[in-house]
């Protein structure tokens, strides 16, 4: 299998970095027992197109890796060839036409701080490192995201090689069978996209956060306020709960209620942060942090505190519109049974509207709740490694379905597109990859 010839890098096990260069690939730590047969990693398009024409001849599957943030690391497959398309990672802005586009591994934070330096904007996702390939696939939680909508929504064309190795470009009126595909698909699409078209926004005027934080001790007030309040939140807030042991790094077990607001008027900013300030439990909180603008790269890092390098992971999550009265007492099981910080409870505020865009992505809910297990030492993976996914099992019966963004499918099964867009998917990709080369989601095996 060593017989592909390509400008860019190709490994086989038979190389003595082959592990490493595979690991190497992957933001979570936790050992895993996969490997593929072949890491290629392409430097130009027909580098690409070769590799997916000799992972035919020689009968491999094929899996690609952008940023490496699949929790579950779902590019490193058995018996398949990874394609590494870390080489793609730049991108160019068109101010004039408010269009950008972008390689997969251009991250997520790189391309929102370029963005913002120009007065302009793009639903990135929340924290640094994470590539645009895997983000834009799988949906696109971003800032700003309640009022701009999924990410891919803000997509208007990909560059695709297709599983007989040809580049297509896909929009709304050509290959829009791709299009639709690849807004949801997340790490089951069939193809390989080598470049996204972005529509690009304005920046907004105002854009930062404010906090209220609370000892643990108030667990069922809080939850029960950000249930209350949740549905009048405006779209111009991401309003979610971070439960963890050390909250604001050196405190105690706690939640740190936060809101960042992105709003373009100074009413709009205002009638923003109206929940916090007329919160019925605002004398609780042992620390309120009003609205200011500490600037995004301060925000990403802010949010990695929550989300550091060289750990282990056990994720897992689900969306749920079940009385608050159901959710709190796993709530609290799930906060006494915390692994130690970096590891939490993430609770969304996500109120979605009607979506209007024809596109896979089909599962939300009014609330998202995503439990991170984090640890560093792999000894201790057998005492945390199922925390995630015990809890959520034990709450499926409240569950409508789960994000791709922070799936763990290769261990628990669940619903993430809707029924009828589920035969939708699987009626393209017949047309699209009907000898099967790219690996589907884990839970498909
Ligand atoms: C620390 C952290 C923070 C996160 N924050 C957010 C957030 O704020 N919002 C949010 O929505 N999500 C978030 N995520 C989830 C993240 O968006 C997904 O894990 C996403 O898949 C990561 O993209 P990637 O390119 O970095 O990862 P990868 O692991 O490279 O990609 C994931 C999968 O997508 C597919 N894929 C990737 N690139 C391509 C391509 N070019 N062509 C075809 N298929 C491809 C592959 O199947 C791959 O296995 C976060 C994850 C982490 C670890």
Known sequence: MTDLKIQGAVLTPADAGFKAAVLKTLFNQRAIDRLPDMMATPETLDDIKSIVRYARAVGKKVSVCSGGHSWSANHVRNGSILINMARFNQFQVDREKMTAWAGPAAGGSVLLSALMKQNLFFPAGHCKGVCIGGYLLQGGFAWNGRKLGMACESVIGYDIVTADGELVHADEKENSDLFWAAKGAGGGFFGIVVR?????YPKPKYAGMAMH???????EDVFSWAYEVGPSIPDSVEFQMLTSKKTLLFCGPGIEAAAPVFADTKDELY???EFLRNSPIRKKAFFKMPFFQPGIDMMYR???THYPYDHCWGVDNMWTHAPVSELIP???QIADTLPPSPAHILWLNWQPPVRKTDMAFSVEDKIYIALYGAWKSQA???RYGNWATGWMRQMEHLATGIQLADENLHNRPARFLSESNMTRMDEVRAGRDAAGLFNEWHSRG
């Open 196 to 200: 996204f078209y972005l529509r690009v």
């Open 330 to 332: 796993y709530l609290k």
């Open 213 to 219: 934080v609370f000892d643990i001790k108030h667990l």
């Open 380 to 382: 201790d993976t057998e």
């Open 302 to 304: 802010f949010a990695m």
């Open 271 to 273: 009638e923003a942060t």
